[in-house]
């Protein structure tokens, strides 16, 4: 009997955690395949123009994702209130992070302008790549605000238990920047300006669909959509962990392509397209970490800490299987995938050796990710905060070790391994005792 309750309790939190993760994991890919798509489409116009979309890529992606928070911390605290019982306030504080987010992609589009060459230089690039950084990354920032709102629209939804819609936004998304990208980059010839053009319209326009969804079941629940400002307070002091965490790991991805530009030009597009490849990977393990913020913060919300434990379990079980998986499949797809970015034979070379450090590190993420969704879930932003900013102080010697050392790209891919192996530590700590498990519709 006992064994019998056992696999029904398996079961079930093995359905719930395909229910949302599917869909999640089919919205997450969405986004790297939209750097992955331009920089098969860029890549064929030359190793300067990939190495400036790599640049300009890591720049922006640091303006937005300091600001993940907006979706991360939405879901947690809109599945709170959701396990609490309370939807009409769940969507409530939704709207004031889709508020907030546009407030804030606002003033990083405007306040970015004037700081491109700065933010370029940055990164170290040679005197060829850094022209098409500029441009890529001066029209990107037009698309800011709509990056920023996606992200807290996400957000809503997840913690709402829907990651259905979220799935169906980013696949006419993708779909309509790949389309753009192939008129205005190949067929009208606009190059990486084009690239980053339907890049834009592509995020603008999801932004409006998530607005008019959220709008919709504002109207259905009877909840306020106007500005509120003491709620984008709160949304805003919420998530200053998350900021910080998020900082922390941007810092690593700024440094590991600050370095690989320095080592070369042929390092820079090969990190450009290994990067990517491992983004892919990581927001692939994500889908399942998705679904712990918006399991965990249901069952903490409803003070259900048995349900919340039960499931952090299966999860890692699930983040193993998943890194084993994607190991093998690097492995297989390895030979044959350099030659779909470049015809450059030095960059297919680097890249080849990065791809089998790549692989072997897909375990480790595997857990890493799942147990830091499960952490933001339960709103455990202070000790994500600092585990994170120790990996990084692990990371950063190593890689200026591997550039000292001439180590190439693998001696940074090492680096990474190591930076993620002490995540993966410091998380799996945190998960076993009880301090990140406090309950009630908002976390105090």
């Known amino acids: ?22 869909p999640a994991f089919g919205a997450l890919i969405a986004e790297p395949l939209f750097l992955l798509s331009d920089s098969a489409i860029v890549g064929h116009l030359g190793t300067a123009q990939l190495g400036g979309l790599g640049v300009a890529g890591q720049a922006l992606a640091t303006l937005v994702y300091l600001c993940v928070f907006l979706a991360y911390g939405t879901t947690a605290g809109v599945a709170r209130q959701v396990g609490a019982g309370d939807v009409r306030a769940a969507i409530r504080q939704g709207i004031d992070g889709m508020w907030l987010a546009l407030a804030i992609g606002t003033v990083l589009a ?3 302008w004037p700081l491109v060459p700065w933010l370029v230089d940055v990164f170290g690039a040679s005197d060829a790549v850094t022209p098409y950084a500029r441009t890529y990354l001066t029209v990107s920032l037009l698309g800011i605000p709509g990056m920023l709102v996606v992200l807290a629209g996400t ?12 799935l169906l936004v980013s696949v006419a998304g993708f779909s309509g920047n790949l389309a753009l990208n192939l008129v205005f980059v190949l067929g009208l010839g606009w190059g990486v300006a084009g690239s980053a053009w339907g890049t834009v319209i592509a995020q603008t326009v999801s932004a409006g669909v998530y607005v008019a969804v ?6 259905r629940h009877g909840s306020p959509v106007g500005p509120d400002l003491a709620g984008m307070r709160t949304a805003a002091t919420a998530g200053v962990n998350l900021v910080v965490r998020t900082a922390a790991l941007r810092v690593v991805l700024i440094v590991g392509t600050s370095v690989a530009a320095r080592m070369g030009d042929t390092e820079i597009a090969a990190y450009q397209v290994g990067f990517q490849v491992w983004n892919l990977l990581a927001l692939a393990h994500d889908a399942v970490a998705i679904a712990g913020q918006a399991i965990i913060g249901r069952h903490l919300g409803a003070a259900d800490t048995a349900g919340a434990r039960g499931a952090t379990r299966r999860m890692v079980q699930w983040g193993v299987a998943c890194g084993a998986l994607f190991l093998v499949a690097v492995l297989v797809v390895r030979p044959w995938l350099p030659a779909f970015f470049t015809d450059d034979e030095q960059v297919r070379d680097a890249l080849l050796a990065s791809l089998i450090v790549i692989a072997a590190m897909q375990p480790i993420a595997g857990v890493v990710f799942v147990l830091d969704g499960i952490l933001i879930g339960a709103g455990d932003g202070a000790y994500l905060a600092a585990s994170t900013v120790i990996a990084t102080l692990t990371f950063l010697p190593a890689a200026l070790l591997a550039y000292g050392a001439d180590a190439g790209l693998v001696g940074l891919w090492l680096a990474l391994g190591l930076w993620m192996t ?14 990140w498990m406090v309950t009630g519709a908002v976390r105090r």
Not at 1 to 22: C, F, P, Q, T
Not at 214 to 219: D, E, N, T
């Open 155 to 166: 957000g809503v939804l997840r913690g709402l238990q829907d990651t259905r819609t979220p």
């Open 110 to 112: 405007v306040a970015g």
């Open 1 to 22: 009997m006992g064994g019998s309750r056992l696999r029904l309790r398996w079961n079930a939190h093995d359905r719930e955690i395909l229910r949302l993760a599917l």
């Open 214 to 219: 959220v709008l919709r079941a504002a109207r």
């Open 422 to 435: 002490t995540r993966m530590v410091t998380l799996g700590v945190r998960s076993l005792g009880n301090a």
